[in-house]
């Protein structure tokens, strides 16, 4: 388990070690790599992020630590959803309410990030290509 990888070096050990340190994070919240197609400079990013399955499709949340403004690679999947393996959509209504509440089970802080910006954090779905 490594929990004090962040940012780039994150991304570099989890595909350094094929997972085997990055995948585990801290209160063991499981993270994925997610790599998107910058809408403004076309070039790849790779962002990790905590995520858990809803059956076979892995649930993202778009909270960046609770900031006014949508993180960057959020407003990159808005632009580009079927740029990559999977296609990405945002959880509404009801599917949301649910996910909401399965993902803070991983990682509660998404409430306490819920409570310090107006806009309504983003449940993002990624279903498999």
């Known amino acids: ?4 990888l962040y940012g780039l070096e994150h ?22 790599l997610l790599t998107t ?14 995520y858990q399955l809803d059956g076979d499709n892995p649930v993202i949340v778009a909270s960046k ?6 993180p960057g690679w959020f407003r990159n999947l808005s632009k580009n959803p079927d740029r990559f393996r999977a296609r990405a959509r945002v959880a509404e209504g009801e599917e949301r ?7 803070n089970e991983i990682w509660p802080h998404y409430d306490e990030y819920a409570e310090k910006t107006d806009r309504e954090i983003p449940v993002v779905v990624l279903e498999r290509a």
């Open 65 to 70: 630590g609770g900031a006014p403004e949508h």
């Open 97 to 103: 309410e649910r996910l909401w509440r399965k993902m």
């Open 37 to 50: 197609t910058g809408r403004n400079t076309g070039k790849e990013t790779t962002t990790p992020l905590i």
């Open 1 to 4: 388990m490594s929990t004090t």
């Open 11 to 32: 991304v570099r050990r989890y595909r350094e070690t094929d997972g085997e340190e990055g995948h585990i994070w801290k209160e063991e919240s499981t993270i994925l």
